[in-house]
């Protein structure tokens, strides 16, 4: 789970103000869907990623490529936007620069990331009841990230930006087998 508070200032200049200009156009959410597109897209190409990283290529020849492969495939801010980190020698870090969008519209509407690690799946009703009370006690509506770890025997771990709370049975047992050797006669 990416957080605005981890990703370099680059990012957060140009995902803000990419935020900024979609906000403006109403296009915030299309914006967004585009990015997660093209980090897909950047993900399950590498050369085409290399491509766009690659100092020894011109700038012309890139604008080029991206105007051939996204042309009215993606709304035309992210277009102007593409144009801009291309003129900029910053394509390598789009996604990045994706990543802090999403964390920063996330903020923008009000929602949190929640990392939940239990030993067994819960069900979609305990998920809910999970998110229901951590959007509560944040006071931010919860996105809810499941993971299972059997080690953590029971109860649960929740991470929410750099907060880790740990609520395991594993760390339960662990504090009080230190606080029984702590207090046992030498």
Do not use: C, W
Not at 24 to 49: C, G, K, M, W, Y
Request: hydrophobic share 40%; net charge negative.
């Amino acid at each position: 789970m990416a957080q605005t508070n981890h990703n370099p200032t680059y990012a957060i200049a140009y995902a803000s103000t990419l935020l900024e200009l979609a906000n403006e156009r109403q296009q915030a959410d299309t914006v967004a869907a585009d990015l997660v597109s093209l980090s897909e897209i950047l993900d399950q190409n590498p050369t085409f990623r290399d491509f766009l990283r690659d100092p020894s290529i011109s700038e012309q020849e890139r604008a080029d490529t991206l105007k051939r492969v996204f042309d009215g495939k993606i709304v035309p801010l992210l277009g102007y936007f593409l144009e801009l980190l291309n003129a900029k020698r910053r394509l390598g870090d789009l996604e990045q620069i994706a990543s802090t969008y999403q964390d920063l519209l996330d903020t923008q509407r009000g929602r949190i990331e929640v990392d939940v690690t239990v030993a067994n799946k819960l069900s979609n009703e305990q998920l809910e009841e999970v998110r229901q009370k951590v959007s509560a006690a944040l006071k931010r509506d919860a996105i809810i990230h499941q993971y299972v770890d059997e080690s953590i025997i029971g109860g649960m771990v929740l991470r929410v930006e750099d907060r880790l709370i740990d609520a395991s049975v594993k760390t339960q047992l662990a504090e009080m087998k230190k606080q029984l050797l702590a207090s046992a006669p030498r």
